[in-house]
């Protein structure tokens, strides 16, 4: 592979964007958690506002974890948000970024892709990465014919990926490649032809099949159901456990998944969730959600209560205006629920 004619192929056709104009650490590694799962174009506004809102990793120390899940919401995986919070807090206790992979790895969601970034990018460490780009452009090369996810071919992977990488100029390197297969070496229809390292490729005639990586089991199906209980003007947001999915978020007080009938079954959940018997009114309609191990149909209920509330399994519940929720962490799939319980707020909330 002929990484001369990469890098020259980087330097010319290489995007421009905020955090390699300077690469900082914290910049660096804002935009590599933000971009795992999803597409650059989307996690760029979201880039600039935590630059602005907090612009040193001590800043985003100091955020209270309410904050930071608000500006995340809409991104999805909020774990991510969370050890981004943890991790600057650590980053803060120690003074400055680690300056070592391993360093790196210790903190928290930073995984042997992201630290391979930060490290090679913003701080001149002689690391590889494998991401889902290098590891296509990699396999069409060199004509790997396995499933890269097996720990062997990962392995593997990972030490073609050093043993590529050029003095001084890792950081590079490890970019050109993973635009490349952003760009050129796309999933389908590569351009081989306006491949730099076409020359070698071993395995373009077959690219289109390779990586070879067999269809993961379907997701399964389930349902969940939530209700819209409202006094006066202002609707109930309760605030999910610190652990497990969509963490620490607010949202329509329910339940997920169940079986049987729905309107008893979330009658019975609000009833030992919230602590005080909840009136179930309307069934208002439901929204489908996929997550990344399941499929969720949704039900939205409207709903009353009479008394006090006293959360168990919500770790919070309070009134809000759903008209002005900005800054509160709600998960996509609540701001989904809510836009069929609130008229009106389709437009402000998705
Ligand atoms: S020649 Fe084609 S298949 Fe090979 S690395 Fe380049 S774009 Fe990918």
Known sequence: LDTRALLDWY?????????????????????????????IETMLPYWRRFQARWPTVGDLAAADLDEVLGEWAGLGYYSRARNLHAAAQQIAALGAFPDTVKGLRALPGVGPYTAGAIGSIALGLHAA???????????????INQDPRTPTVRKALWARAQALLPQGRAGD?????MELGASVCSPRAPECPACPIQATCQGQAQAEQLPNKPR??????VRGACAAIWQGERVLLARRPDTGLLAGLWELPGLDPFDGDEEPALGQALRERLG??????????QVRHVFTHRKLTLG??????????????????????P???DGLGVSTLARKALAIAVPGVQGRLL
């Open 11 to 39: 330097t010319a056709n290489r995007r421009e964007l905020p955090w390699r104009t300077d690469p900082d650490p914290y910049g660096v590694w804002l935009c590599e958690v933000m971009s795992q799962q999803t597409r």
């Open 129 to 143: 990465v494998v991401d889902g780009n290098v590891e296509r452009v990699l396999c069409r090369h060199d004509h």
């Open 173 to 177: 390197f490890n970019q050109a490649l």
């Open 216 to 221: 993961k089991t379907k997701q399964p199906e």
């Open 276 to 285: 005080v018997p909840v009136t179930l009114g309307a069934r208002l309609g």
């Open 300 to 321: 939205v209920w409207s709903g009353a209560v009479s008394g006090a509330l006293a959360p168990t399994w919500y770790t919070g519940a309070a009134w809000f205006d």
């Open 323 to 325: 008209h002005d929720l």
